[in-house]
């Protein structure tokens, strides 16, 4: 147990659907991220938000939408996805500070999603 | 951030140490050494991070050389449950909630 909880766990979908992804941290954490997973690739980080607010969003294209309405919950909202969008979708969490131990990620245990 | 190299695989016999090894030739002053694992198809977790001196703690130690070019993780007493594939990853510690950039990590097999 991490102290990030993410749900659900595995997620099937077609392609005209919307969902959502949410990911909710109990670390007392100011800064959450959403990666991306797919079969045999590195992650990849796709959104990044600090203090609520967000900072980087590294060319995600618009159909995957997030949303961080405190700093303990952040959401991932789905819609019109392609089956490449198929994935481990990870949330982790984070302090805001110098130094390395408060930069330390913790992760959820991810999202399975597969688009049909 | 600076780019880091790890060997794709690496085999450990079950109740050796397992030392992996990780170069980042380009690491800035002011980069951290980062160490996680990922257990198939969960998430990544944390094991260790060092600036200049060699770390310890319950799960590892990290040895970072003088000029601080490589480092090696090493597992003292591997099991099968060590299983993984490792990240070495180098960040600066900032106040900005940086992004680790994940390469494609030592898969490490430890066999009984």
């Known amino acids: 147990e991490t102290g990030v909880t993410q749900t659900p766990r595995h997620l099937v979908m077609g392609m005209t659907n919307k969902k959502s992804l949410k990911c909710e941290q109990h670390?007392?954490?100011?800064?959450m991220y959403w990666y991306k997973q797919s079969a045999k690739k590195p992650l990849e980080l796709m959104f990044v938000y600090s203090l609520e607010e967000r900072v980087e969003n590294n060319s995600v294209p618009s159909r995957f939408s997030p949303e961080c309405p405190n700093s303990s919950h952040l959401f991932l909202h789905l819609h019109t996805l392609q089956p490449e969008d198929s994935a481990l979708y990870l949330c982790?969490?984070?302090?805001?500070?110098?130094?390395?131990?408060?930069?330390?990620?913790?992760f959820g245990a991810g999202t399975r999603l597969s688009v049909l | 951030d600076a780019k880091t190299t790890q060997p794709p695989s690496m085999d450990c016999a079950e109740g050796r140490a397992a030392n992996l090894p990780c170069n980042h030739s380009?690491?800035?002053?002011?980069?951290?050494v980062y160490w996680y694992r990922q257990i198939h198809s969960q998430g990544p977790q944390y094991i260790i991070h060092?600036?200049?001196n060699n770390e310890t703690n319950e799960m590892a130690s990290l040895i970072i050389t003088e000029d601080r070019k490589s480092s090696t993780l090493i597992l003292p007493h591997a099991t099968l449950r060590d299983t993984a594939v490792y990240y070495c990853i180098v960040r600066v510690a900032n106040n900005q909630g940086g992004k680790l950039i994940f390469g494609q990590g030592t898969e490490l097999s430890v066999k009984p």
């Open positions: 060092g600036l200049k």
């Open positions: 982790a969490s984070s302090s805001l500070g110098t130094g390395g131990t408060k930069n330390i990620q913790y």
């Open positions: 670390l007392g954490h100011n800064a």
């Open positions: 380009t690491i800035s002053g002011n980069e951290y």
